[in-house]
């Protein structure tokens, strides 16, 4: 969830980052009564993420701007539209304007390309979900973007479920430890809330992973035709899973196996920055 205090720590490192003793060139060539107006602008169309990042950057380098947002995230939006406008000291605007955005263009891309793979899905029982594969210090920024647009997240953190994946297996086979009792073992200690994911790459594992009591079995790099065959398998006993491969070309055939969620790295890892653009005015 993007909080408040997230907002302000990740907001506040990067205008750090930026200007770590101020902004020389403002500080120096603008005259400190000057005032500006500037306006977001769309140069393409997209899907709107990032309106309280965007706005908190302006307001933690000066309280006295003012930001009014004319789209909320979620918003489709064309090229031209005026998004947000930014009023108050030109030299607090010159100020925040970069890591501003940075932080709206990368997640409105995350936003509209979200969005792309929810149309190819649509009349599906399938969800889009993101994955952790997200930019370091950013995955409340990034998660938030998804949910923007449509997608659903999968685990926030390690902390958050417990999903064996093809190098746990290996350890566990490795160990001499039965896979489904190793489950039904983990399930005894967990909270009665946790969720457990287990990554099978064949069919043949599937039978262990549903003895030993998963919620969620995640089909990864399945040929279409053994992601129906893992579906009629599973059956209603788990939620079925899907990852790997998935590209806005095959997501559609994907989820037209059946299964209930497909999961794809490329909405966080892969997404390109939308085309935003801070147009200035002097008052």
């Known amino acids: 969830m993007l909080t408040r205090a997230t907002l302000h720590r990740v907001v506040g490192a990067a205008l750090e980052e930026d200007a770590p003793w101020g902004d020389l060139t403002s500080t120096t060539l603008l005259p400190a009564e000057t005032t500006a107006t500037a306006d977001l602008v769309a140069r393409e169309d997209g899907v709107f993420s990032g309106g309280e990042a965007f706005a908190t950057a302006f307001l933690l380098t000066d309280p006295d701007v003012t930001v009014d947002l004319h789209v909320g995230d979620g918003d489709a939006f064309t090229a031209s539209d005026v998004l947000a406008t930014v009023t108050g000291p030109a030299r607090a605007v010159l100020t925040a304007e970069r890591v501003a955005l940075n932080l709206v263009q990368r997640m409105s891309g995350i936003a509209t390309l979200t969005a792309a793979y929810v149309r190819e899905v649509e009349g599906t029982r399938a969800r889009i979900a993101d994955t952790r594969k997200t930019t370091p210090g950013l995955r409340a920024f990034e998660r938030h973007a998804v949910v923007s647009g449509g997608g659903r997240n999968h685990r926030y953190s390690l902390s958050d479920a417990v999903m064996a994946k093809d190098n746990h297996l290996a350890v566990l086979q490795r ?38 009591g998963a919620h969620t079995v995640l089909l990864d790099n399945f040929s279409l035709d053994d992601l129906r065959a893992g579906v009629a398998l599973i059956g209603e006993r788990a939620t079925v899973e899907a990852s790997g491969g998935v590209d806005l070309t095959t997501v559609r055939a994907i989820a ?28």
Request: hydrophobic share 45%; charged share 25%; aromatic share 0%.
């Open 256 to 283: 037209e196996t059946g299964v209930d969620v497909i999961s794809v790295g490329a909405l966080t890892h892969s997404a390109r920055a939308l085309d935003l653009g801070l147009d200035l005015r002097i008052d």
């Open 175 to 212: 160990s001499g430890l039965d896979l489904a009792t190793a489950l039904r073992e983990a399930l005894s200690r967990l909270p009665h809330t946790a969720h457990v994911v287990v990554e099978v790459d064949r069919l043949d594992q599937i039978p262990a992973v549903l003895d030993g």
